[in-house]
């Protein structure tokens, strides 16, 4: 058995956290510090210390599962894939390669994501994937494309956070969602800076805060809107810049100026005085950063509720600049990679439009196919699981479990058991591959090794450190087999680094460039930051076919964050120095038959132009309008979801490690003492709360740190306390993202 250490990152959110692991002989994994990976240094949250717990055998699947009238049993690969191959095939038949539909998760490394990708379009023909991150930024993502041209989590990395003057923290609580994060904000203050949060709760995360803003659930876009109305009204807008470097601002402050302070505190609930103040701590240092995350986002006007925020930067000239910007606080793992190379049903590899003939081309030429062969743009995943069992007959699931995790949950399980068909892959039997017709045991993080993008946009690589049990393969080879049963013979290798080197030439130009990216780089580098093009365009002025303004030329690849002492180093990694070392022109990789100068990454972006046509960033004007679902006399209470510490996503994995479980073990409903008063309710006691969609049903929380006017619930679990039985499947009309953050409810004591 190898027990030698390996260098990778956690399996589970954005931070992707770097860590040791090494098998020891009694079979069990240990997780050390790895304190040379800038994002983390080392810490880890319980998750992370915990994460090999569901590598044991007796925790995950390892064997395939077949249905066999009304119970699952075990079965060789063969008859398993068989079976998914006939029934695949069958539905394209009968109801032509629309009946069949892909979804993925976010947590595919992109060698899978882009596989996957690439199966539902060439081996399927299906329009009809997506995958979960949807419901993760693609509010953040629309709002930064129409701003900047371009979307990626964080512009900048996340070591300079602490060298700002101010950050505006919206709808994160980061100290227990990514809690290694959190010290960035800690140093922060330690440096003199300021932190300001917005959440309807105090949080952990708030408790940090200096000023904490507790808007009604729903109206942070009329927060927004206040406050540039102020940086207007108080002369704060930054001319010059806003002349030299946006467009739109006339029809984006006019906007603004019809939402005044005191409007917008009886929206908000958040008073003039607090809105004065807020603006004056970001306005009053040379630099600060507004960074956004689910609470915002999770919006059925999530794309315009983003906007307003960079608005508020571009106006007062915090974007682009050194230390300054906006920026989205990813959640999933590789909830950034998954849709830049082919899940998200309107996209190809390299972020490029499925809809632009140019990226069409490009892509397909990669793939040695017919541009026309490759389907158009498909449904967004709301609306994909919405048609399981009427236009979509049979569902490829992959690494996700949207009978916990979609809005409007038990009508997605009803449309889930609908089907035709189901078959899933994943690591444990989820709530969701518990009604499939087939199920997969596939390999996991440390059993595996490929890339994924963190919130920064540094592409990482993990490594695998020990070998998967017997019976168990990874999804690429899933893939490989699938294709081949289907006539694909060619075209889906199973190796990582080989699709990884085909990813390369298909992302080429695109505005999520990897094609000076390799395997060793990121080994020798700690994280490459895209975009990344395989050679530096002289004076970084690359050419990007399809994406709407050039390559490099938006990015400063290896620049510094300040003109003076700053180097991107945070004195421990090795990162920092690639930078430098590559902007030299010192360094080589490796492009295929050929050595050439590396391009160092860009790990800060737009500090020399936008990624728009004219290298100007948008103003776009948009203006308040209420949640879908506001309370009335029957449903008189808001209700907004969000996370735990402990537990991650829809819990399918955490909800199956001891140590866990014994910190959050169950559901709850958050709520006020004055409405717990009025419902009669002490603490523990069972609450159902209930919503035009359904009832879920958890013990009291009674904390005076939520609004008298909202409940809050976590979403991990299922049954009785399933927090999304609730939520409303409203969607953003450009990024299609459910609102899952705000929805009317009343409360209910539940009597013995």
């Not at 994501?113 to 997506?130: E, M, N, P």
């Not at 960035?184 to 995360?205: A, C, M, S, W």
């Not at 087939?438 to 690589?461: C, F, S």
Request: proline share 8%.
């Amino acid at each position: 058995m190898q027990t030698t250490s390996t260098p990778t990152h956690c399996p589970y959110c954005a931070l992707q956290c770097g860590m040791n692991l090494t098998p020891a002989l009694d079979g069990t994994v240990e997780v050390s510090e790895r304190t040379d990976f800038p994002v983390n240094r080392g810490a880890l949250c319980g998750k992370g210390r915990t994460a090999p717990a569901v590598l044991a055998s007796n925790v995950r699947l390892t064997s395939p599962l077949v249905r066999d009238g009304g119970t699952l049993v075990p079965a060789s690969w063969d008859e398993a894939l068989d079976r998914i191959a006939e029934g695949l095939r069958r539905t394209r038949a009968e109801y032509g390669p629309d009946g069949v539909g892909v979804f993925g998760g976010g947590g595919l490394t992109n060698e899978k994501a882009y596989t996957l990708g690439k199966f539902a379009r060439v081996v399927l023909g299906t329009s009809q994937i997506d995958y979960n991150g949807r419901f993760c930024m693609s509010s953040a993502a629309a709002a930064g494309i129409k701003a900047f041209g371009l979307d990626r989590g964080l512009p900048f990395p996340l070591e300079d956070i602490p060298k700002t003057g101010c950050v505006i923290l919206v709808g994160s609580n980061l100290a227990e969602t990514m809690p290694p994060s959190l010290r960035f904000f800690t140093e922060l203050k330690e440096n003199g800076g300021t932190l300001i949060v917005i959440d309807p709760r105090r949080t952990k995360t708030a408790e940090q805060a200096d000023l904490h803003l507790a808007p009604r659930p729903g109206t942070d876009l009329a927060l927004a809107l206040g406050l540039l109305h102020l940086v207007i009204a108080e002369g704060r807008v930054d001319e010059e810049y806003v002349q030299e470097r946006t467009a739109g601002w006339e029809d984006a402050r006019a906007a603004a100026m019809a939402h005044w302070p005191e409007y917008v505190e009886r929206i908000t609930g958040v008073s003039v005085p607090e809105l004065r103040e807020t603006v004056r701590l970001f306005c009053e240092p040379e630099s600060a950063m507004v960074l956004t995350a689910r609470g915002p986002e999770q919006q059925s006007k999530g794309t315009d509720t983003v906007g307003a925020w960079i608005n508020l930067c571009l106006a007062t000239g915090r974007a682009g600049r050194p230390l300054s910007g906006y920026g989205c606080l990813t959640g999933q793992g590789n909830g950034q990679g998954g849709r830049e190379h082919g899940q998200k049903a309107d996209q190809l590899p390299g972020y490029r439009k499925l809809d632009d003939p140019a990226a069409r081309r490009h892509v397909a030429d990669v793939w040695g196919v017919d541009p026309d062969s490759l389907p158009g743009p498909g449904r967004s995943a709301y609306e994909l699981l919405d048609a399981l069992g009427t236009d979509i007959k049979s569902l490829l699931l992959m690494a996700s479990n949207p009978v916990v995790s979609a809005p409007r949950a038990a009508h997605i399980e009803e449309r889930i058991k609908s089907l035709d068909f189901l078959a899933v892959c994943d690591v444990v039997l989820s709530e969701t591959a518990a009604l499939a017709d087939v199920v997969l045991p596939v390999t996991q993080w440390a059993e595996e090794t490929g890339t994924t993008t963190n919130l920064e946009g540094r592409v990482l690589l993990r490594r695998q450190a020990i070998t998967p049990p017997d019976g168990v393969r990874s999804d690429l080879e899933v893939l490989h087999e699938l294709a081949a049963r289907l006539g694909v013979e060619k075209g889906f290798p199973t190796d990582p680094e080989e699709i990884f080197e085909e990813l390369r030439r298909a992302s080429a130009g695109g505005p999520a460039d990897y094609s000076g990216i390799t395997y060793r780089r990121l080994v020798e580098e700690n994280g490459v930051f895209w975009p990344c093009p395989a050679v530096e365009p002289e004076g970084l002025t690359g050419a990007q076919d399809g994406a709407g303004g050039p390559g490099a030329q938006w990015g400063a690849a290896g620049r510094p964050a300040s003109t003076g002492d700053t180097t991107g180093s945070t004195g421990d990694t090795t990162a920092s120095t690639a930078d430098t070392r590559a902007s030299t022109g010192d360094t080589k990789v490796s492009t295929g038959d050929t050595t050439s100068p590396a391009h160092p990454g860009t790990p800060r972006l737009f500090l020399d132009r936008f990624a728009t046509p004219d290298g100007r960033a948008r103003f776009v004007p948009v203006s308040h309008r209420a949640i879908a679902e506001e309370p009335d006399d029957e449903y008189p209470v808001l209700l907004t979801t969000g996370r735990v510490v402990a537990q991650y996503q829809s819990g399918a994995q955490t909800r199956r490690v001891a140590e866990l479980n014994a910190a959050a073990p169950g559901p709850f409903v958050e709520l006020h003492p004055r409405l717990a008063a009025r419902l009669g309710a002490a603490e523990g006691d069972p609450v159902a709360v209930v919503s035009r969609r359904g009832r879920a049903v958890a013990p009291a929380r009674i904390t005076d740190a939520i609004r008298p006017d909202t409940v809050f619930m976590p979403f991990h679990w299922p049954g009785e306390g399933r927090a999304n039985s609730l939520t409303n499947p409203a969607l953003d009309p450009t990024s299609r993202m459910p609102e899952f953050k705000a929805c009317a409810v009343r409360l209910e004591a539940v009597r013995p």
